[in-house]
């Protein structure tokens, strides 16, 4: 059975959902190897989902300076449940930004930080629009993060 990649998005307006098919079309190059990726909603996605991941790549904008109310959803579903299964959990960030992006970003660290997953790739945060290197960079970042889950680097 392949490893897998699961990538958990939510975009309002459709800005960070562009970055995150990006990086799901990097991530399924075959370049990357035999990896399953599976793309849900923060508000589909349930602690078996993050269990059975070998790595998670996170998508969200940033409202308010904050991380979407569907992403907060998201950890609020999924904390507890996998607090002590998920130590060191490989994963990655997006962040799609009309401000600067650091209040999603630091909020969404504190959690992760309590989870104990472990950052493998430094986060895109992309603020104003979405131009063609910035999904350059999302399609590179599914591709390394794929090959990584692939090779068993992480």
């Known amino acids: 059975m392949p490893r897998q990649l699961l990538v958990v ?4 307006t459709g800005s960070t959902a562009r970055l995150a098919d990006a990086a799901i079309e990097g ?16 508000l589909d996605a349930a602690p078996d989902d993050v269990l059975a991941a070998d ?28 607090l002590e299964h998920t ?31 472990r950052l493998v790739a430094e986060p895109i945060v992309v603020v104003g629009e979405v131009e063609a290197d910035h999904l350059a960079r999302c399609r590179e970042l599914g591709l390394t993060l794929a090959a990584g889950v692939d090779a068993g680097l992480f």
């Open 9 to 12: 998005h939510h975009s309002r």
């Open 87 to 117: 130590q060191g959990k490989p994963w990655a960030l997006i962040v799609k930004a009309g401000n600067d992006g650091r209040g999603a970003l630091g909020a969404i660290e504190r959690i992760v930080t309590g989870l104990r997953w």
């Open 27 to 42: 991530a399924r190059d075959p370049e990357a190897g035999d990896v399953l990726v599976r793309a849900l909603s923060p």
């Open 55 to 82: 790595a998670l790549l996170l998508a969200t904008p940033e409202n308010f300076g904050y991380m979407s109310g569907a992403m907060k959803h998201f950890f609020d579903t999924v904390y507890y449940p996998c």
